[in-house]
T-cell receptor, first 113, second 111 residues
Framework: NAGVTQTPKFQVLKTGQSMTLQCAQD?????MSWYRQDPGMGLRLIHY???????DQGEVPNGYNVSRSTTEDFPLRLLSAAPSQTSVYFC????????????FGAGTRLSVL | GQQVMQIPQYQHVQEGEDFTTYCNSS?????IQWYKQRPGGHPVFLIQ?????EVKKQKRLTFQFGEAKKNSSLHITATQTTDVGTYFC???????????FGQGTTLQVKP
């Protein structure tokens, strides 16, 4: 039972490089989201999706793109990495019915030099 | 936009002491969730509160939802070293399903 899987676990980028953080869930959850976690700032919502083909911006969307072509996958794209995007990124999913529990992936630690 | 403020940001206690973290909102919340994140780990769901004045217990943890549904608290009785981590409250009021998290309270327990 994999739950929410994020890859990679660690990544170092140079300023201006692009990359995609992968997220997949096997629980058939409609809702998926991306957060970044910085010291003293808690978990800040970047983008979220309520189903395949539907995405919306969260609190801190600038510099990030997302797409949701399938229920299972919700990749996060950094088009031109900046040092301010150094952070820990968490993907999460939840069902829109039932107990409303949000499940998190193990996280991706990203450093932008 | 909607925000939940959480205090304190950090708390150091001696093992066996009690601990409380508070979550406050300027608007009425339809529900609030609590999560725990161990050092180096990811947030894990603890509980959801929905009703005004609701109190729920999980062993040494007591969760409360205020009568006005604008605040919530998590109280740990007789802390243990296994309680170390960051505790987050999250506002689940959005009709889009998104969760907005407080800044978290990081608990350190000295053995």
């Amino acid at each position: 039972n994999a739950g929410v899987t994020q890859t990679p676990k660690f990544q170092v980028l140079k300023t201006g490089q692009s990359m995609t953080l992968q997220c997949a869930q096997d629980m058939n959850h409609e809702y998926m989201s991306w957060y970044r976690q910085d010291p003293g700032m808690g978990l800040r919502l970047i983008h979220y999706s309520v189903g395949a083909g539907i995405t919306d911006q969260g609190e801190v969307p600038n510099g990030y793109n997302v797409s949701r072509s399938t229920t299972e996958d919700f990749p996060l794209r950094l088009l031109s990495a900046a040092p301010s995007q150094t952070s820990v990124y968490f993907c999460a999913s939840r069902s829109t019915s039932g107990k409303n529990i949000q499940y998190f992936g193990a996280g991706t630690r990203l450093s932008v030099l | 936009g909607q925000q939940v403020m959480q205090i304190p940001q950090y708390q150091h206690v001696q093992e066996g002491e009690d601990f409380t973290t508070y979550c406050n909102s300027s608007t009425t919340l339809s529900n609030i969730q609590w999560y725990k994140q161990r050092p180096g780990g990811h947030p894990v769901f603890l509980i959801q509160l929905v009703k005004s004045g609701e109190v729920k217990k999980q062993k040494r943890l007591t969760f409360q939802f205020g009568e006005a549904k604008k605040n919530s608290s998590l109280h740990i009785t007789a802390t243990q070293t296994t309680d170390v981590g960051t505790y987050f409250c999250a506002d689940g009021s959005s009709n889009t399903g998104k969760l907005i998290f407080g800044q978290g309270t990081t608990l350190q327990v000295k053995p």
